[in-house]
Nanobody
Framework: QVQLVESGGGLVQPGGSLRLSCAASGSIFSIYAMGWYRQAPGKQRELVATISNGFVTNYADSVKGRFTISKDNAKNTVYLQMNSLKPEDTAVYFC???????????????WGQGTQVTVSS
């Protein structure tokens, strides 16, 4: 099991920036990839960005060019730098850890508690 704790959410004006952090503990050496997801009120959770253990990144089209996912293995921490924020970015952001395709499906995914990001003027 991997434990994840997000931080860094808050209220920001459109065009502003915010950096989210996700600290991982537990079975951190088993992590295959990590990512950020978000869920707006009344909407399905959606992928924002992922980063593999090989540092390959993937982004949703809606955030490409504005958000950057990164990680610091020494600190067991994943970050999401969010720039040029828009009101439609408002959501609860969740950190995810994927232990990879060789792990039992029910044990593969871990989730943080979520951190609220509100973009409003």
């Amino acid at each position: 099991q991997v434990q994840l704790v997000e931080s860094g959410g808050g209220l920001v004006q459109p065009g502003g920036s915010l950096r989210l952090s996700c600290a991982a503990s537990g079975s951190i050496f088993s992590i295959y990839a990590m990512g950020w997801y978000r869920q707006a009120p009344g909407k399905q959770r959606e992928l924002v960005a992922t980063i593999s253990n090989g540092f390959v990144t993937n982004y949703a089209d809606s955030v490409k060019g504005r958000f950057t996912i990164s990680k610091d293995n020494a600190k067991n921490t994943v970050y999401l730098q969010m720039n040029s924020l828009k009101p439609e970015d408002t959501a609860v952001y969740f950190c995810n850890a994927d232990r990879g395709p060789l792990v039992i499906p029910t044990m593969r995914q871990s989730w943080g508690q979520g951190t609220q990001v509100t973009v409003s003027s």
